[in-house]
């Protein structure tokens, strides 16, 4: 088997006191055909001026190829700085020595550096190998003092090195990453989670399930398909988790079907997706208009055609709009006779609001929904009117929707979200008002689930 080293080098390399250094260890122990050593800017000032590290190699391992990578990381603290000529670096070997087993030195240099060789490890693990290095035994009892090669020869220190002696005893060993590697997934779940970024946390959780336990999986199938939404796979894994209850606080219909599609508007949000946010925003609140005015408006369905909506429990993806053989469509279309009939003075109140004159038939769009809610003093909704253009204007044009263009409108996000879960709460009553906290927190609420499941995995 042919080897080849990947070495960071730190302080205690090539030696320290009268021992083998990490690095130093692991060529004596693998003898490896080829070394690539990573030096930072300090380490690489102290071989340029002595040849330490090279020479050292050489006194053990003359036939080792010695290819050096010296930059200018001044802070080796800094995990930014090399994490990713690390990768570039192994896949340089990996590249030039295709057939040889890669050893990693996870022993050498600073703790930010082990964790990332460690890290490339796990990521890597079908073709590294990773070296790890004890401390040495003072058999001889002498000084554990670092050697100081700007005082000191190198290969007169060499001679006297207690690896030189029958006796001495190999101290290299070839770590089980699974508990290193069982963290870096967890952290990265966590933060995946913490940016509602449920589809990466959820396939990263597949692809370790033996590390996690069927619980958190479950958790996170739930909060994917829920944010998308899709409803059916997200109820199967409250099923399965048998939490559905708990899960999903508002059972009554339809007020779980407007709550189900503010949490996942609010969730864009979250990330900042306005122009999505907004599209959601307009869409529910069309819908949430229809719903009070014809709870409003005594024969409603005679008036529009419309009936409102009755929605069913596994449907909570869709948008509260009845979908049956009398409603195709989402739209409306106003009998001018018998609105006028019921409420007299109605059609004129509109014709005067939108500058229109309204035909039999006419469609009820959101700007005549505005207007109807008006003329019956159903206030709460100025908001949320601030922006039915802007759904409009974002999709004919592909102008994004942003924080300044709100403003721009004289709203925000976090007021119209506001708004939005007053309306429902005002609509729906103690339906909504007694779970209103956990219905509209409901992703917070599986997050902190998600986090205490991987706080139990061990």
Known sequence: MEYVLFSAIGDSDPIRGDFDGPMLHIVRNYRPTAVYLLFTADMARKEESTGCCSKAIAYIAPDCTIIPIKTNIENPSDFDA???LLAATINRIREQHPKAEILLNISSATPQIKSAMCLEVVTHREFLRPIQVSNPENKSGRNMGHFDPYKNDIVAEMENV???LPEALNRCHEPNLIGFKKSMIKRQIRALAESYG?????????????LLTPKLILLLRHAYYRSL???KKADDAARELKMHYELYPVQNNPAGLFCEYCIVAKQRKAKRELTDYVLRLVAITEDLLKYEIGNTIAGWERITGHESPKMDKSKRSQRPTTKDKRNKSKSL????SKAEAAYPGLIGFVEKEQSIMVNDRARVDFRMLESI???LNINGYEKLCTIR????KSAHSLESITESSLKAVGTSPNELQAAIEALITRNFGKAVANSKDAIFNIFEKINNMIYNELDAVQ
């Open 82 to 84: 090399f994490h990713e």
């Open 162 to 164: 207690f690896e030189n």
């Open 198 to 210: 449920y589809k990466g946390a959820y396939d990263l959780a597949q692809e370790n399930a033996a």
């Open 229 to 231: 939404p899709d409803n």
């Open 333 to 336: 279309k106003l009998n001018k």
């Open 373 to 375: 809610a008006k003329f």
């Open 389 to 392: 253009d802007m759904r409009n």
